[in-house]
C-alpha cells in the first residue's frame, strides 16, 4: 500500500491564456486521465502542472523564460495574459477546524520583452470565528501587501523581489504558515514524461550516457526523478526501507515480470561511493545489469519505485505513461495509479487504448480533451448511463474511440442530452 495521505491537498486547477487552454478548470479528485486527438490540450495541461511547480522558486519569471519559452511559446494567440488559480484544503489545520480551504492565484503579462508579475493573490480560511477567509497575499502591480500574524494586518514587505511571486518568501521577514504550506504544495508537484529507457547500443551510437543503465553517485531517493534517472537510488532506498516493505516491492516486481526475478542487488562501482542497478534471475549465476536490461522491463521497474518511494506529492502527473510496456503490464501500472489516486490527485495523459481498458472507475477518471469551433481545448466527461448503454454492446473505449464515438458518450458539464 501507498504511503499516507498529505494533510493538505489540491482539489482544482484553473488556465487561461497558455496556447488553446483558454480558460480550462480541472478539477483534482482521485486519477483523472486525459485523452484526445494530438494537439487538443492534454500537453499543454501537463506543462502547466509543471509550471506551477516552479512558481514557489526565487528564478520563477527566468525559468519560465529559460525552460518553458516565455510568452513566445506559451500565449494563446491573442491573449493578452497568462493566469493561474489553484484551490484546495488544508485538512489538519486544528482540531476544532480540521478543514480550511484556500484559493492562490497569479497573472502574468509581458513587459518588454520579459515575464511580469501582474496579479498574486492568496485567501486562507475563513479563520474561526470569521465568515470571511483571511487576506495572506494581495499583490497588484508594485503594490504588495502580506499579512503578518503578529501584526494581524496586511504590511508592504519593502524588499519583495518584482521578479519573484510573494509565494517564493523573497523579503518576507516574518513566517507566514499559510503562505508556506501553499508553496510546499506547489513545489511537490511532480511531473514525468516517459522514463529514459533506450537500450545501451542506441545511447552509445549517439554518444549518451543513460542514468538508468549506468552507475550514479550514492545517494538518498525519496521519490523517482523526471526520466527516472536516479532509478539505482531509488531502489537503494527501497532496499533498505525495512524488510516488510522490500517484500512487498519485490512482490510487485515479480507479479508483473515473473517469479524468475529473485531479487534486485547492486553490484560494487570499481570507483567506489556510487551504486548501479541489476536482476538476478533463477537459473543464471551472474546478475543481470541494468545496461543488458529490456526498455519495458525498465519502465516497469521505474513505474514500481514511483509507485513506493515515499514521499507523496501534492499532485503526481504524467504524459503518456504507457511507453514501453506491454497491455499486461501497463494494467498493473494503471492500478497502480489508481491506488495513489485514493491517496492523492493523480493526472495521466495518454493515448494508449489498453490504459483506457484497464480502468476500474472510467466515467469518474477519464476526461476528453477537444477543440472547439475557435480551437479552444474543452473538457469533457463520460456520461455514465450513455457509458452504460454502450458497453452493452461494445467491449470498452478501445472500440469506443476506433469508431470515433466519442460524442455519443462523452458530454460537457451541465449536459443531460
Not at 495521505?5 to 483558454?22: K, M, V, W
Not at 503594490?143 to 523581489?161: E, R
Not at 494508449?352 to 477518471?365: M, R
Request: aromatic share 6%; proline share 7%.
Amino acid at each position: 500500500m501507498p504511503p499516507e495521505a498529505l494533510d493538505a491537498r489540491i482539489s482544482e486547477i484553473r488556465i487561461q491564456g497558455i496556447r488553446s487552454l483558454e480558460d480550462v478548470t480541472l478539477p483534482l479528485d482521485g486519477l483523472k486521465v486525459l485523452i484526445g486527438t494530438n494537439g487538443s490540450g492534454k500537453s499543454s495541461l501537463i506543462e502547466a502542472c509543471e509550471i506551477l511547480s516552479r512558481i514557489p522558486k526565487t528564478d520563477f519569471t527566468d525559468q519560465l523564460m529559460g525552460i518553458h519559452g516565455g510568452f513566445f511559446w506559451l500565449r494563446q494567440q491573442g491573449a493578452q495574459r497568462i493566469q493561474f488559480a489553484v484551490k484546495g484544503r488544508d485538512a489538519k489545520a486544528s482540531e476544532k477546524d480540521p478543514e480550511r480551504p484556500f484559493s492562490y492565484e497569479l497573472s502574468l503579462i509581458e513587459q518588454n520583452g520579459a515575464v511580469a508579475i501582474e496579479r498574486e493573490r492568496l485567501d486562507y480560511g475563513p479563520m474561526p470565528g470569521k465568515t470571511e477567509p483571511l487576506h495572506v497575499i494581495r499583490r497588484s502591480g508594485a503594490s504588495i501587501k502580506v499579512f503578518d500574524p503578529v501584526q494581524g494586518q496586511l504590511i508592504d514587505p519593502t524588499d519583495a523581489s518584482s521578479t519573484s511571486t510573494i509565494l517564493s518568501g523573497v523579503g518576507i521577514p516574518f513566517r507566514q504558515p499559510a503562505r508556506e504550506l501553499v508553496a510546499k504544495l506547489l513545489s511537490s508537484i511532480q511531473v514525468h514524461l516517459p522514463f529514459d529507457v533506450r537500450p545501451a547500443w542506441a545511447l552509445r551510437e549517439q554518444k549518451l550516457r543513460s542514468h538508468l543503465r549506468e552507475s550514479e553517485l550514492l545517494q538518498p531517493a525519496e521519490t523517482l526523478s523526471r526520466y527516472g534517472k536516479n532509478l539505482a537510488n531509488a531502489y537503494h532506498s527501497l532496499r533498505n526501507d525495512g524488510a516488510d516493505r522490500w517484500e512487498e516491492t519485490l512482490e510487485l516486481i515479480q507479479m508483473g515480470l515473473g517469479e524468475a526475478i529473485q531479487e534486485v542487488v547492486f553490484p560494487p562501482d570499481p570507483s567506489g561511493g556510487a551504486v548501479a542497478l541489476a536482476l538476478r534471475l533463477r537459473g543464471l549465476r551472474d546478475p543481470v545489469p541494468a545496461a543488458a536490461i529490456s526498455e519495458g522491463t525498465l519502465a516497469y521497474l521505474a513505474h514500481v519505485a514511483l509507485y513506493r518511494l515515499r514521499a507523496r506529492p501534492a499532485l503526481l502527473a504524467f504524459d503518456e505513461p504507457e511507453v514501453h510496456l506491454h497491455p499486461r503490464l501497463l494494467a498493473r501500472v494503471v492500478s497502480f495509479y489508481e491506488s495513489l489516486g485514493r491517496q492523492q490527485p493523480v493526472l495521466l495523459a495518454t493515448h494508449s487504448d489498453a490504459l483506457l481498458d484497464a480502468l476500474s472507475d472510467p466515467v469518474n477518471s477519464v476526461i476528453l480533451c477537444s477543440l472547439d469551433s475557435k480551437g479552444r481545448t474543452v473538457l469533457t466527461h463520460p456520461d455514465a448511463e450513455a457509458l452504460t448503454r454502450w458497453r452493452k454492446n461494445y467491449a470498452g473505449f478501445a472500440e469506443l474511440r476506433a469508431g470515433g464515438h466519442e460524442a455519443a458518450v462523452f458530454r460537457p458539464a451541465g449536459d443531460t442530452g
